[in-house]
Structures are given as C-alpha cells and as structure tokens.
C-alpha cells in the first residue's frame, strides 16, 4: 500500500468513525506507525485546508476527528433541522472553569470553592459531554472524579488543556477544609472566558 492509499484508508476509517478517536489506537488497529499516521494525519489536514473543503481534520489532544467546518453549520442545522440546546448557566460555566483547571476533581472540591450543592450542574454538564468520569479515589465514600472530554475542546476550539488561558498566580487550595477564598475568585473569571468563547463560535450547548 502506498502513502495515497493509506492516506484514502485513514480518510475513510475517520470519516466512519465519526467521533474523537486516540491515534495510539488508529496506529495499532492499522499495524501503522505512529510517526507514519501522524504524517499521514498532517497531509490530510493540509489538503482540506488547501481546497478550502467543507470538512476539516481536528486534533483533540491525542485523539482526531473528521467534521463539518464551523462556518456551515447554519446550513447543516436547517438540512437536519436540528435545534440548538438551551446555553450553558452562569453555574454551568463556573463549573466547567473549575473542573478544567483542577481535574481531576471530586463532586465535594467543586462544592468547596462554590459554597453551594452542585449535583443539578454536574448532571447537565455530564449530559452535554462536556465532562465525564474518571474513575473513583481511593477514600472513604469512594467519591466520583470529575474531568473534562475530548467534546470540551472541541467546543472551546482548543486542542489540548494547555491553550487554556492561564490563570493568574496563586496559593495552593486548601484541601484540609479551608475556605479557598483566592481559588474562588479565580475560577469565577475564568468562566467569563469561556462564555466569551463559545458566543463567538456558536457552538452548539
């Protein structure tokens, strides 16, 4: 097989995948080499960028992605008449902040900083995919862990945590039952941040 046809393979494997896949994965199921796929991934992102075609190649961290480009999502939600979700609160995005900048995080850390229950977030965030369980800590109680997924960068238009907006300095937080007042006010800006980001991409909550 020559590098057209396993660049045609790749397009076809991502393209009925549909959804974020890690490359580590890609590689062995193709018996390719990492190096080759990434390669292989960089010429098929150029080409949708040189043609100015409709779908475009995302990079999630170590995973990929085929999608529509943001500019046709008008046209896409009239064809699949698909409607768009109700925005994320004010709580939603203290919370997302918080998860982002902290993961991975228990239900009873993000209660801390907050001062208030956060089930009710908790649960729509999980439905929207914008977070998702890591697992549970060895405690007692065995409490849940919260992270965020390869959806939330999509959505903020990032491809790694790392081109998240940095925070401005600050003392470690208080785990022991402090109350982590500079933690607080820091995680509440952010969130400012990430609601600016999805208004300007209109993406779909």
Do not use: H
Not at 115 to 135: F, H, P, T, W, Y
Request: hydrophobic share 40%.
């Amino acid at each position: 097989m020559n590098l057209k046809q396993m660049q045609s393979t790749l397009e076809a494997v991502l393209f009925a995948v549909g959804e974020p896949i890690e490359t580590q994965r890609l590689a062995q199921a193709l018996e390719w080499d990492e190096l080759i796929l990434n390669q292989l991934l960089d010429r098929l992102q150029a080409k949708y960028d040189e043609t100015d075609a409709g779908v475009c190649l995302l990079r999630l961290d170590q995973r990929v992605q085929l999608c529509s480009r943001l500019e046709y999502a008008d046209a896409i939600r009239k064809v699949l008449e698909v409607k768009r979700n109700a925005p994320l609160s004010q709580a939603a995005f203290e919370v997302l902040a918080i998860v982002a900048y902290n993961q991975p995080v228990t239900k009873s850390f993000i209660e801390q900083i907050r001062g208030v229950d956060c089930s009710a977030v908790l649960s729509n965030l999980l439905q929207k995919s914008l977070i998702e369980e890591r697992g549970r800590l060895d405690l007692p109680g065995r409490p849940l862990i919260y992270g965020t997924t390869p959806d939330f960068l999509r959505v903020f238009c990032i491809s790694s945590l790392d081109e998240l907006p940095k925070l401005p300095d600050r003392p470690e937080a208080d785990v022991d039952g402090g109350r982590p007042s500079e933690e607080e006010k820091n995680e509440a800006e952010t969130q400012t941040d990430l609601q600016r980001t999805v208004d300007e991409n209109e993406k779909l909550l």
